[in-house]
Nanobody
Framework: EVQLVESGGGLVQAGGSLRLSCEAS????????IGWFRQAPGKEREWVSC????????YYADSVKGRFTISRDNAKNTLYLQMNNLKPEDTAVYYC?????WGQGTQVTVSS
């Protein structure tokens, strides 16, 4: 069974940084694309970033490009999202996504 467990969220001031982690189990981690989505209050869930399995190529939504960095440690079955220069509009629940499954999410709140 695919399981994804996010951690690392919290409250931070605008301009600050956070690093999210997603521990994965139940599938061959390094065989699959894995990514991050987020959902702000009253809004639909939106794609943030993903990283390929083979060459580690990463992709970002325009809203986070240049501020967020996705990475993966295949030896630890863990996905990361380094978030720098956070803005109040980054406030959302962040979800790890793989193989059609979501984690439980981790709350990120950015105060102005």
């Amino acid at each position: 069974e695919v399981q994804l467990v996010e951690s690392g969220g919290g409250l931070v001031q605008a301009g600050g940084s956070l690093r999210l982690s997603c521990e994965a189990s139940g599938f061959t981690f390094d065989d699959h694309v894995i990514g991050w989505f987020r959902q702000a209050p009253g809004k639909e869930r939106e794609w943030v970033s993903c990283i390929s399995s083979s060459d580690g190529r990463s992709y970002y939504a325009d809203s986070v490009k240049g501020r967020f960095t996705i990475s993966r440690d295949n030896a630890k079955n863990t996905l990361y999202l380094q978030m720098n220069n956070l803005k109040p509009e980054d406030t959302a629940v962040y979800y790890c996504y793989a193989l059609g499954r979501w984690g439980q999410g981790t709350q990120v709140t950015v105060s102005s």
